[in-house]
């Protein structure tokens, strides 16, 4: 039975090229509608003009912030919550939108990677490094001008809070979330001829890092090496998703669950469907289960009773 409709179309008053839902657990349990509408020419290009926060209960905006000059051709943008505030990284830029007690405030930075943790928030930049600044208003409250590396990198902020890892294609390095302060660097040599990190974490103290068909695994203390693998199809970018204590790893042929201590085979299971060519991430997890999204469409898998 439905309940409730959006017509993004209609309320726009004109054509949308891109629409993206997102679901938060926020305290409000509301879900996120980001609309995208034609930005002139190419037509490829677009920007993120509406953001809407409804109810999903009745599809009711609780409120809606309008974006101007935004463009966010890339696929793999991010959104999160922390709060009352909606982060979204797109391309080259942090957008910090309030809602709820904070409904109306906002604030952007050019970032090519960011990440949140608690009521702080991190972004990183090419030739700018790291920067730490307060979730709520943007104020950077300290600076550290490494590293500097290839744009295409990922931010990590560890599950204990205290650390905030910058991984890029030359290298990891784990800086204080606090204060800034380097507390270990390492290479990632041997990945490539032209790396770029596809999706990075923190899992059981190990910090991995996915680089295509290369999948690496750091100690998170000290930054030491501690396996490799690689894919059995180069050609596919190795898509990881950690649940359940261990990594579950999509090479194209294979379904694994990694142990992140040692790199091993906690199971492994025949793919029935090579993954989703150039989506870094085919899986998720709901409960129990994990979901797998291949060319013959979506399987579900109970990963923790297999473990």
């Not at 997102?22 to 190419?42: F, I, W």
């Not at 953001?51 to 991010?78: C, F, N, Q, W, Y």
């Not at 649940?243 to 294979?254: A, N, Q, S």
């Amino acid at each position: 039975m439905r309940l409730w409709e959006r017509d993004p179309d209609g309320e726009a008053g004109r054509p949308v090229t891109d629409i993206r839902l997102v679901v938060t657990d926020t305290p409000e349990r509301l879900v996120v509608l980001r609309v995208g509408r034609r930005a002139g020419e190419p037509e490829s290009d677009y920007t993120w003009d509406d953001i809407a926060l409804l109810r999903p209960e009745t599809g009711m905006a609780v409120t809606t912030k309008p974006r101007h000059g935004d463009s966010s051709p890339r696929r793999d943008d991010a959104s999160w919550v922390v709060g009352d505030r909606l982060f979204i990284a797109g391309y080259e830029r942090l957008a910090s939108v309030g809602f709820g007690s904070d409904e109306g405030s906002s604030w952007t930075e050019k970032a090519h990677a960011a990440v949140s943790i608690g009521e702080r928030t991190y972004t990183w930049r090419s030739f700018g490094g790291l920067v730490c600044r307060d979730g709520a208003t943007g104020t950077a409250l300290w600076r550290s001008r490494k590293p500097r590396g290839p744009s295409l990198s990922v931010l990590v902020g560890a599950p204990d809070g205290e650390t905030v890892l910058v991984v890029t294609g030359r290298g990891i390095w784990a800086h204080a979330a606090r204060t800034g302060r380097l507390r270990w660097t390492t290479s990632v040599a041997d990945v490539g001829r032209r790396p770029r990190v596809d999706r990075a974490g923190v899992t059981a103290g190990v910090v991995w890092s996915a680089f295509g068909s290369v999948l690496l695994g750091h100690d998170l203390a000290d930054g030491r090496p501690l396996w490799r693998l690689t894919s059995e199809e180069p050609y596919l970018t190795m898509a990881v998703e950690p649940h359940g204590g261990l990594l579950h790893v999509h090479d194209g042929r294979r379904l694994r669950g990694i142990r992140p201590a040692d790199g091993g085979d906690a199971w492994s299971v025949a793919s029935h469907g090579h993954s989703s060519l150039g989506d870094f991430l085919p899986h998720w997890t709901a409960g129990d289960l994990l979901y797998v999204r291949e060319e013959s469409g979506v399987r579900a898998y109970d990963v923790l009773r297999d473990a």
